[in-house]
């Protein structure tokens, strides 16, 4: 496709269970972020990949969360015994590299609930 | 402790009048500023940038001023048109630091 893709567009989830987010970044595109909206917030920083690089997990909020990237394309966001204040869209962004100047092409996000 | 903040959670707009939204920022070190627009169940998408060289960026109806010493930027929209209304997000970045994101400011042109 032409721009980034999540997956999947909405999950509602029990307390305590784990899931999984994904995000099919623009090809060729080096860089990837993920990015958490809740509600009536801006979008928080989580975790970025560049290339071959240690991530920057600078953002992630807990050690539940974690993410991978493989193969430098497809990444996975990983939330373990998910928690009710986890709930927000979970929106994952590339581009064809890091700093500012390089535009952030956005996907449409996924809507995570957690009852 | 918000480093970028965006003080207005909305504002509404006659068509064919300008849209001025703001930025507040606290970080000394930011050197680039963006400002990205978001429809509803789409990502955000980036409008325009301007670096901290620079204290204006103009593209067609969209126009960033920045005020280094007031730490303040602003983005202006004339004319504005109804497709303008959506959610307007200011971001900041010092360096290779991640974009920090302010709350966002839900624009509303009225026709």
């Known amino acids: 496709g032409a721009g980034v893709s999540q997956s999947p567009s909405n999950k509602v989830t029990e307390k305590g269970k784990d899931v999984e987010l994904r995000c099919d970044p623009i090809?060729?595109?080096?860089?990837l972020y993920w990015y958490r909206q809740s509600l009536g917030q801006g979008l928080e920083f989580l975790i970025y990949?560049?290339?071959?690089?240690?991530?920057?997990k600078s953002g992630l909020p807990s050690d539940r969360f974690s993410a991978e990237r493989t193969g430098g394309s497809v990444s996975t966001l990983t939330i373990q015994r998910t928690q009710q204040e986890d709930s927000a869209v979970y929106l994952c962004?590339?581009?064809?590299?890091?700093?500012?100047?390089?535009?952030?092409?956005f996907g449409p996000g996924t809507r995570l609930t957690v009852l | 402790d918000q480093q970028v903040k965006q003080n207005s959670p909305s504002l509404s707009v006659q068509e064919g009048r300008i849209s001025i939204l703001n930025c507040d920022y606290t970080?000394?070190?930011?050197?680039?500023f963006l400002w990205y627009k978001k429809y509803p169940a789409e990502g955000p998408t980036f409008l325009i940038s301007?670096?901290?060289?620079?204290d204006k960026n103009e593209d067609g109806r969209f126009t960033v001023f920045l005020n280094k010493s007031a730490k303040h930027l602003s983005l202006h929209i004339v004319p504005s048109q109804p497709g303008d209304s959506a959610v307007y997000f200011c971001?900041?970045?010092?360096?290779?630091?991640?974009?920090?994101f302010g709350k966002g400011t839900r624009l509303s042109v009225i026709a």
């Open positions: 962004a590339s581009s064809s590299g890091t700093g500012a100047d390089n535009e952030q092409f």
């Open positions: 090809s060729g595109h080096t860089a």
């Open positions: 990949f560049q290339g071959n690089s240690a991530p920057d």
């Open positions: 970080n000394s070190m930011f050197d680039y």
């Open positions: 301007i670096s901290s060289i620079k």
């Open positions: 971001a900041a970045s010092g360096g290779n630091t991640p974009l920090v």
